[in-house]
């Protein structure tokens, strides 16, 4: 039987952790397979700069990224759009990746016209509605639809088993975002103009030691990223420092950043980067400071030691293993633990161990493996 699959993608991490898999299955090259790919354009800047690097095009563009979108009217108009398009393409099967608008919009749409659907990087909880928000909902709403189950690590299995979805449907696979990251490494390495993307900041911070901070989560809008940010000036004290932050182009939180950090001569607020760029930026940092999901999943590839600015994670894997700790939006937490990993050898050394307890870096090929089969 001739298979028609769809890919949905809306967001920066979603593309990241898509195109492996998209990549793989061109690559088959097979008669009986097509594959339409759609961007509803959640993301409009962080997407294309994705798709540009990955070389990825896109065969529909619904572009409903509008400033400042809401939840309400942003699900409404991706539900619409995907739907209609659904009706036109009549794929045989959906894949919609990780938690967003568009993932659980399009899983909708798709149960909707009654078109099987695969998630990847199914079965992550946190166990509270409200962290991550809306993400544990989205996440949620997409495993009740879908049929086929991605799950990257054992974990996520059992919570997808504990909710009653037979095994049957679920294949442990890893984290796409490893075979990314080992992909975007290697474009590093084989590009000296890459490679030396950083010399700049090197040379006017090399002795100080670079912590590499991301923060872009609804549930830290207004105080959460506030603290953040208070934590981030009273860290700024120690002269042996220098922090990085690519700004999150969402406007809660780029205006805070910009009004509150531009002038510090130890702060290097910079645009988001290239995948590429911001793989290279990982490696040389010395601490990471985050609240993005894939960040914390990437991090423990180079070693870094990451303290996670939520009060939940639905990735504990890191915790688990030692490479992260959370610290909330919590002023006094954050301050203390950068300062205890700084300060303290053995601590830093604890949680600087190079394993990834994502994924291995074959997670798309088993993906595409029980697609191609199933
Ligand atoms: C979205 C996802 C979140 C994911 C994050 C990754 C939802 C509900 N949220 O959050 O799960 O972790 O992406 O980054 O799906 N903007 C731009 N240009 C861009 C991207 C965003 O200007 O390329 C601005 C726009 O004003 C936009 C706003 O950011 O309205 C928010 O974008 P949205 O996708 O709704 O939420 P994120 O916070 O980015
Ligand atoms: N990332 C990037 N450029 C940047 C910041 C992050 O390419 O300037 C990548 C990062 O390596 C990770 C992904 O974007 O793979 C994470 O996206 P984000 O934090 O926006 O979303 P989340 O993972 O929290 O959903």
Not at 53 to 73: G, R, S, Y
Not at 193 to 210: E, F, P, Q, S, T
Not at 358 to 366: K, M, N, V
Request: with cysteine; net charge neutral; glycine share 6%.
């Amino acid at each position: 039987m001739p298979k028609h699959f769809f890919i949905l993608l809306g967001t920066r991490p979603e593309a990241i952790k898509l195109f492996p898999v998209i990549n793989r299955l061109k690559a088959e090259n097979r008669k009986d397979i097509s594959l339409t790919i759609c961007a509803t354009a959640q993301h409009r800047q962080l997407l294309d700069q994705v798709l540009k690097l990955a070389k990825v095009v896109p065969d529909f563009d619904l572009n409903v990224m509008t400033a400042n979108q809401t939840l309400d009217h942003l699900t409404a108009r991706l539900l619409g759009e995907v739907g209609e398009l659904l009706e036109k393409v009549k794929p045989t099967r959906v894949i919609v990746q990780g938690d967003t608008a568009t993932a659980m919009a399009g899983a909708l749409a798709s149960y909707y016209h009654r078109i099987p659907v695969s998630h990847i990087e199914a079965g992550l909880r946190s166990g509270d509605i409200f962290s991550p928000w809306p993400e544990e909902v989205n996440r949620k709403i997409v495993g009740s639809i879908a049929d086929q189950h991605f799950a990257p690590t054992e974990r996520a299995a059992r919570a997808l088993r504990s909710e009653n979805v037979s095994d049957d449907r679920i294949h442990v696979t890893g984290n796409t975002v490893v075979d990314a990251l080992i992909l975007a490494k290697a474009m590093v390495e084989s590009d000296p103009g890459l490679a030396g993307r950083w010399d700049g900041i090197k040379k006017r911070h090399g002795n100080r030691r670079i912590i590499l901070v991301t923060c872009h989560r609804r549930e830290n809008f207004g105080g959460g990223v506030i603290n953040i940010v208070n934590a981030l000036e009273t860290i700024l004290r120690r002269e042996d420092v220098a922090v990085v932050l690519p700004v999150h182009p969402n406007p809660n939180v780029r205006d805070l950043f910009a009004s509150r950090l531009s002038d510090h001569p130890r702060v290097v607020l910079i645009s988001p980067q290239e995948y590429t760029d911001f793989v290279s930026l990982l490696s040389l940092s010395h601490l990471v400071l985050t609240d993005s999901g894939g960040v914390q999943e990437e991090a423990p590839t180079f070693g870094k030691p990451v303290l996670v600015m939520r009060d939940t994670t639905e990735r504990p894997e890191g915790v688990e293993a030692g490479t992260a700790r959370l610290v909330g939006a919590n002023y006094d937490r954050i301050v203390a633990e950068t300062f205890r990993l700084l300060d303290d050898d053995e601590t830093y050394a604890a949680m600087a161990r190079s394993h990834n307890p994502f994924g291995d870096g074959h997670a798309s090929e088993r993906i595409v493996k029980v697609l191609l089969n199933a």
